[in-house]
């Protein structure tokens, strides 16, 4: 069931990175996109990027420093990856994971095109993140873990990944019946690295 899942969500984003299909049209991605707190300036200058496929903005929420490391969880296109770089700067660097080959050229001729030399795109599953222990300082995430068949794998990937003073942002969706305290009483009781 677990590998049905991933196909079926792999099949859909091959087909949106290769334009058979899109989260929404530009037009609408960018109203989307700013609805979502995301700025004028980020939709004009990333829309090739901008797939539309968000919930939220993690970028907007992420303490994201200077010469940090910081690592987005489902990367797609690389939108906000992009928007991570510039606030890394050239000492930092962002690395982008997704598990769809077609999404990973598409961000990595984005990055290209764009000039930008601070972002790595890796093919990988986010229930078995291909990055070192303790290596990122910012995690972030836009609508892709509830894609995932484990999350708890996930959480324990992402601590794992995490530096001890790491911080984590996702922007997704959950169950309506999921509170926000249980949610945070599981990750810190199975985690304890908040």
Not at 58 to 75: C, H, Q, W
Not at 105 to 113: D, G, S, T
Not at 118 to 147: M, Q, T, Y
């Amino acid at each position: 069931m677990i590998n049905k899942t991933k196909k079926i969500v792999e099949k859909h984003y091959v087909k949106i990175a290769c334009g058979g299909s899109c989260g929404c049209a530009k037009k609408a991605s960018a109203v989307l996109s700013k609805s979502i707190g995301y700025s004028q300036k980020e939709v004009e200058e990333l829309a090739d990027a901008n797939l539309g496929l968000g919930c939220g903005n993690p970028t907007a929420m992420a303490a994201i420093r200077e010469g940090e490391t910081v690592l987005d969880l489902g990367s797609g296109a690389g939108f906000d990856c992009f928007i991570a770089a510039r606030r890394v700067g050239k000492t930092g660097k962002v690395i982008g994971v997704d598990m769809t080959e077609s999404m990973l050229k598409l961000a990595r001729r984005n990055a290209k095109k764009l000039g930008y030399t601070n972002v790595l795109f890796k093919r990988g599953d986010i229930e078995d993140l291909p990055i070192k222990d303790d290596s990122a300082d910012v995690v972030i995430s836009n609508c892709v873990i509830n894609l995932a068949p484990n999350k708890k794998k996930v959480f324990k990937e992402i601590f794992r990944v995490l530096k001890n003073t790491g911080q984590v942002y996702v922007s997704d969706i959950v169950w309506p019946g999921v509170r926000r305290v249980q949610l945070a009483f599981f990750i810190l009781s199975k985690f304890g690295k908040i």
